[in-house]
């Protein structure tokens, strides 16, 4: 009997775990990635049969393998996820995450190649520079938002374009920055590179250990200040924050120049990261097209459910079945955006992933309610033979 | 006067794809589901129906008949894709613009992914023309002629037939009144034996039907009938949000919202036959930002006062009644 009322109990503990809030929303993001991987496992089963599960093993591990690489390309979507995330919490979706990273870029860049500075300074001039561009792409759209009621998710998109289109004639137009035989900028002096952390056969620099700390540092804002109250206040009911006397106006720019200065950290780390890649770095080429990694940044800002802590692990996953798929599409011949289709079906899935998995989790309730019921029956059958063996006695 | 007939030539295969996605932004938002995946419905169109012409290539069939299939495609695939949408809005209750925007990433992954596979390009390539020099008879009604029945494509006409069946549908129907009664009080509506949630499928069905088509529009009228991943409608389903929004919810304001936007995009891309631009000098690239400026512009202008349907993006809820 003191054996069962202590499973019991451990399983009234076990229960409440998996009903706190943390735990269905990582349960829930767990069942998105299986359905997203489920479906880039039947494309792949679709377009060659014969490769598909080693490919997918591929897909799944082969990041592993290169490490370093992971935490290389994480940073700036760790930057770009923390960004989306963090206007998130406040009810903000900042799909402009993509324009406010090339802005970041593009300063972090002007400073790399126009400034002489002295060694050991410059590049932290070139990371400010990144995120006062980020800051000013994010600012407008914030204070739109703010002043005159402009929906953020338009205004952001087009100022993507606008930023996009800027940055390239900006860069075509400066003479001492663009190369024009090689149609993309020069390459920046080592001085404004980020320092390497040395890991061999790998271009992991000093930027994922920025990140990070940023993300500790956004976490503790968000949960420890007045500020971050404030701002999760707003996102929960606009309405009820400002009638208790939150200043609505201030907390919407501000939210949006840091979700902007963010963005902008993003594509400094990832213009002045040093590599041995060549093209992915160091340099920037005006194609007109929009840069992917601000849109991945709300991937990874949903799949970490907007919690800062949650986006450094959602963006190294991310990372990595990138990685991964880069080595399916060398090995195997799959082309690399399987990854992309794989990442897109998990976000549809994520957006109502809460509701699905309390039905697996009601699913699960009934079936352990019937278990104890079975178990009641049991105890109290076994206590009735007691009984009768006791009067019989 | 050369010029003024060019650009109006140009502007209204540019102005369809904008007035037909518009449209069906505002049957979606105005049943009260927010459409942010128009973008993504709209590459969805287009690729689908890029890729039946392309399979009718070999065929010797009249081109314009060979477009008629292609907008069928593209309207069934618009109305299947944006069927993901509904399901996640209206039946799993989920975040709209979080389940847009993922549909908005998915199809370019996968046109990419399709056209990589099967023709080691970027997107689909189509040589069928569908440009009209001149239409029999009208074309030669002095100054209407040139104006709207030269150097077209039969998409123009079709999209002002599709703008008026629209407002018919809209403002004349028992069907367009419940419909607009559910993104401004669905419990209301709901109470007088209206069903919330077959309206809403419907509202966004229709959205995704008007873009489908329009981005097989765009394909048509603005990129030969090619599509590409990269690239894909440019925007496109955006500004034609930015345009509902302008148009403030009404189909005949939409109408001209469209015109307008379409007028900045061509002037954008004429300079060049523009004497008075050309002379100015200005960079190109100043006028390719135009549309996207002025949308800003007009967006700043319009927001103070403009009335959403005041249930949108609200996951209706029986119990909250």
Redesign the interface.
């Known amino acids: 009997m003191q054996n069962n009322k202590n499973s019991s109990k451990l399983k009234m503990q076990a229960s409440r775990i998996m009903k706190s809030k943390g735990m269905g929303s990582f349960t829930a993001t767990l069942l998105a990635i299986l359905l997203g991987l489920l479906f880039g496992f039947i494309?792949m089963l679709i377009?060659s049969p014969a490769n598909s599960f080693n490919g997918f093993l591929t897909m799944l591990t082969g990041g592993f393998g290169r490490l370093g690489d992971v935490f290389y390309f994480a940073t700036p979507i760790l930057m770009t996820g923390l960004s989306v995330g963090f206007a998130f919490k406040m009810g903000l979706?900042n799909?402009g995450a993509s324009g406010q990273y090339t802005f970041g870029m593009f300063f972090a860049l002007y400073v790399g190649m126009m400034w002489k500075l002295p060694t050991g300074i410059h590049w932290i001039a070139c990371i400010l520079a990144g995120m006062i561009g980020g800051m000013l792409w994010g600012f407008i759209p914030g204070l739109?938002k703010a002043t005159?009621?402009?929906?953020e998710?338009?205004?952001s998109?087009?100022?993507n374009?606008?930023g996009m289109?800027?940055v390239?004639?900006f860069v075509t137009?400066n003479a001492s920055m663009y190369v024009p035989n090689l149609t993309r900028t020069g390459y920046l002096p080592t001085t404004a590179q980020l320092p390497s952390l040395g890991v061999p056969n790998s271009n992991v620099n000093v930027s994922v250990i920025l990140a990070i700390v940023i993300a500790i540092i956004l976490y503790i804002v968000l949960n420890k200040t007045t500020f971050g109250y404030e701002l999760k206040a707003t996102g929960f009911n606009k309405h009820a924050s400002k009638y208790a006397g939150m200043n609505d106006t201030r907390n919407t720019i501000l939210t949006m120049i840091i979700a902007g200065g963010l963005a902008g950290l993003g594509g400094a780390f990832a213009i002045l990261a040093p590599t041995g890649i060549t093209g992915s770095s160091m340099t920037y080429e005006p194609i007109n097209?929009i840069a992917a990694n601000g849109?991945n940044g709300?991937?990874v800002a949903?799949l970490g459910s907007s919690n800062p802590v949650g986006i450094i692990f959602s963006a190294l996953f991310v990372s990595h079945i990138q990685r991964g798929g880069t080595q399916v599409s060398s090995f195997f011949g799959y082309?690399p955006?399987?990854i992309?289709?794989v990442?897109?079906?998990i976000?549809?899935f994520?957006?109502?992933a809460m509701?699905?998995s309390s039905a697996v989790g009601r699913l699960l309730k009934k079936r352990s309610r019937k278990e104890a019921v079975k178990e009641l029956e049991q105890t109290l059958s076994s206590e009735d033979d007691s009984l009768k063996e006791k009067t019989e006695v | 006067m050369d010029v003024i007939i060019y650009l109006i030539q140009n502007m209204l295969p540019v102005a369809i794809p904008l007035l037909l996605v518009a449209l069906g932004g505002m049957f979606s938002e105005r049943s009260g589901i927010v459409n942010?995946a128009l973008e993504g419905i709209m590459l969805f169109g287009a690729f689908f129906g890029c890729l039946s012409v392309y399979f009718m290539k070999g065929l010797t069939i009249d081109p314009q008949l060979i477009l008629l299939i292609g907008m069928v495609v593209a309207a069934v695939a618009g109305i299947l894709y944006s069927m993901?949408l509904s399901f996640?809005a209206v039946n799993?209750?989920?975040?709209q613009?979080?389940?847009g925007?993922?549909?908005n990433?998915?199809i370019?992954?996968?046109t990419?992914?399709f056209c990589?596979?099967k023709f080691n390009s970027d997107g689909i390539t189509n040589s069928t023309k569908f440009y009209i020099q001149k239409v029999p008879v009208l074309s030669d009604i002095p100054v209407l002629g040139p104006l709207f029945f030269q150097k077209t494509y039969i998409t123009v006409y079709i999209g002002i037939l599709f703008l008026l069946l629209a407002i018919f549908v809209f403002y004349k129907t028992k069907f367009g009144l419940r419909l607009r009664a559910c993104g401004e009080h669905p419990q209301a509506a709901d109470s007088v034996g209206i069903n919330v949630y077959r309206m809403r499928h419907s509202g966004v069905a229709i959205s995704g039907f008007l873009g489908g088509i329009g981005g097989f529009f765009y394909s048509v009228g603005v990129m030969d009938a090619n599509v590409n991943?990269?690239?894909g409608v440019a925007?496109f389903g955006?500004l034609a949000?930015?345009v509902m929004?302008f148009g403030q919810w009404k189909p005949v304001q939409i109408f001209f919202a469209a015109l307008f936007f379409a007028f900045l995009r061509t002037l954008a891309y004429s300079v060049a036959l523009i004497p008075f631009l050309n002379s100015l000098n200005i960079?190109q690239?100043?006028y390719?930002?135009l549309p996207?400026?002025a949308?800003?512009l007009v967006?700043?202008f319009t927001?103070?006062k403009s009335r959403a349907p005041k249930a949108e993006g609200i996951p209706y809820d029986k119990s909250k009644r």
């Not at chain 1, 005159?148 to 929906?151: F, G």
């Open positions: 494309v377009a979706f799909i739109l005159m009621n402009v929906n998710v338009i205004t998109i087009m100022f374009y606008i289109y800027l390239d004639m137009n097209v849109f709300i991937a949903l082309k955006e399987i992309d289709v990442i897109a079906v976000i549809y994520s957006a109502f509701i699905m | 942010i993901l996640a799993m209750k989920a975040d613009t979080i389940s925007t993922a549909l990433m998915f370019p992954a996968v990419l992914l990589k596979m991943g990269h690239t925007g955006f949000l930015a929004i960079d690239t100043y390719k930002m996207y400026v949308t800003m967006l700043i927001s103070r």
